[in-house]
């Protein structure tokens, strides 16, 4: 079996439990919703344009969620020790990351699917102009989130305190993807020309490929046991 | 020669530490605009240069340590973070004492405040994952991922932030070089040399507390005081002969 076989393999395996157990999918979702909707009364949105304030509203919420994600695709393979069978198994390492990092993309992917027409209803905005655009910035960061969450969580799910410890380490770490994804998407939603945030856009490139590329080399250490 | 080292590091800061504080409150000229308060700037530095040294010498460490599996560079890195923690939490303490003065405020969106937050941030998170590691091993391993990690991610993060501030005015220039008075200038150097000590002396000292910390565990695990997967916390003794 080829390395990406495995990659979709794993990733594969995730989906295919999700469907069965419907656990996690609907209840980020409406976690997610429920961060909108919570914020919605926090500001008065007849005053403030989404436009300021909605990139970094939507994107608190998908890094909750994504958070909530990550520590749940580790948490699965510790039931039942699941992961003793991943660690026998005789595939790369970094495969199995490359794969939890590609379920987790597509769990948040799933939730931005939802949340991103469902906030344009909400605060009455039109997002249909430059989709393409917004699709790719929601793609680059949501990598660039899980490709060091899930090396993270991999780590912290590992303790008794995963719900504090991951976040606690993931937000600092995370803090280049939250702004780069805030700033690009309300670049967007004003419908800037791409030069002017195009720096953002790379930066969020370089991100997701630095931190997996480091994630691969030190995923071995932080799985071992 | 090699015993001595702490002793000769520990007698120079000793020596160092008072002439820093003569030169700084005696020798150095007062600076025009800002008072009296810019003196903070003489400890200021030097602890953003050593919060730097840490997380650097953490680094290097935690990739000596993965590469090797030799205990003593996961010592090193370990007390590293932690003086690079002490150190950084200085910067942030005197940082806001000298801006409110200067600045009206004790806090702003700055680039480099920002930024050595979350540097603090992240290795603060360092320390409390290395403490909720069932054993060394463990928490060896895990913090040298996440010190690599996060000496990656420092330029990215300082860019970012540099680029996030980008509208706002620069306010903050300190380390101009070149308009600074040459007393200033050696001031700072001999406190910067001072600091350096300091962390060298600390440094040594913790290491040598962590190898003798690991050989008592040793020492306790052979005449079976202590059990083979004891957790850190549970102490000595938890389980009597």
Redesign the interface.
């Known amino acids: 079996m080829t390395y990406f076989g495995i990659v979709a393999l794993v990733a594969a395996k995730d989906l295919r439990t999700e469907l069965r157990s419907r656990e996690q999918a609907l209840s980020l979702m409406v976690f997610a919703v429920l961060v909108l909707v919570v914020f919605n009364f926090a500001f008065d949105f007849t005053i403030i344009d989404f436009k300021t304030l909605g990139p970094g509203i939507l994107w608190v919420a998908f890094i909750f969620s994504g958070v909530l994600a990550l520590n749940h695709s580790f948490r699965i393979e510790r039931e039942q020790d699941r992961i003793e069978g991943i660690l026998l198994a005789p595939i790369d390492r970094s495969a199995f990351y490359l794969g939890k990092v590609l379920s987790t993309v597509l769990f948040m992917g799933t939730v931005e699917a939802v949340l991103v027409p469902l906030s344009a209803i909400l605060f009455n905005q039109s997002i249909t102009p430059r989709l393409g655009l917004m699709i790719l910035a929601l793609v680059l960061n949501t990598i660039g989130f899980a490709a ?1 969450g899930t ?2 969580a991999a ?2 799910t ?4 995963s719900e504090v ?1 991951l976040p ?2 993931l ?3 995370a ?2 993807i939250a ?2 994804a805030v ?1 690009t998407t309300s670049h967007i939603l004003a419908g800037r020309p791409f030069a002017r945030y195009a ?2 856009v790379y ?1 969020s490139a ?2 997701d490929l ?2 997996i590329a ?2 691969v080399l ?1 995923f071995d ?2 799985l ?1 046991e | 020669m090699r015993a001595m080292l702490p002793r000769i590091l520990l007698a120079l800061t000793a020596l160092a530490v008072p002439v820093s504080l003569h030169m700084v409150f005696l020798v150095a000229p007062t600076e025009q605009k800002m008072g009296v308060v810019q003196r903070i700037f003489y400890y200021h530095v030097p602890s953003a240069f050593m919060a730097f040294l840490g997380v650097g010498v953490c680094a290097i460490m935690s990739a000596l340590y993965l590469w090797r599996k030799e205990r003593r560079f996961d010592i090193m890195a370990h007390a590293a973070a932690e003086l690079g923690v002490l150190f950084c939490t200085i910067v942030l303490i005197t940082g806001p004492i000298w801006a409110r003065p200067i600045w009206g405020v004790w806090w702003t969106g700055e680039v480099r405040l920002t930024s050595t937050l979350i540097l603090w941030l992240i290795y603060v998170g360092y320390l409390l994952l290395r403490e909720n590691a069932d054993n060394r091993e463990q928490a060896a391993r895990w913090g040298a991922v996440v010190a690599i990690v996060g000496a990656l991610d420092i330029p990215i993060i300082y860019k970012s932030v540099e680029w996030w501030r980008g509208l706002h005015p620069k306010v903050l220039k300190i380390s101009g070089g070149g308009g600074l008075d040459p007393v200033m200038e050696r001031t700072l150097l001999f406190c910067t040399i001072t600091f350096l000590l300091l962390f060298a002396t600390l440094f040594l000292e913790r290491v040598r507390l962590g190898l003798q910390e690991e050989e008592i565990e040793t020492l306790e695990h052979a005449i079976g005081r202590r059990p083979a997967t004891a957790a850190p916390g549970t102490g000595p003794g938890g389980i009597g002969s």
């Not at chain 1, 590992?158 to 305190?161: E, K, L, Y």
């Open positions: 060091v090396l993270f780590i912290t590992q303790t008794r305190r410890l606690l380490l937000f600092p770490a803090v280049p702004l780069a700033r720096n953002w930066m370089a991100y630095i931190f480091a994630a030190l250490y932080a071992q």
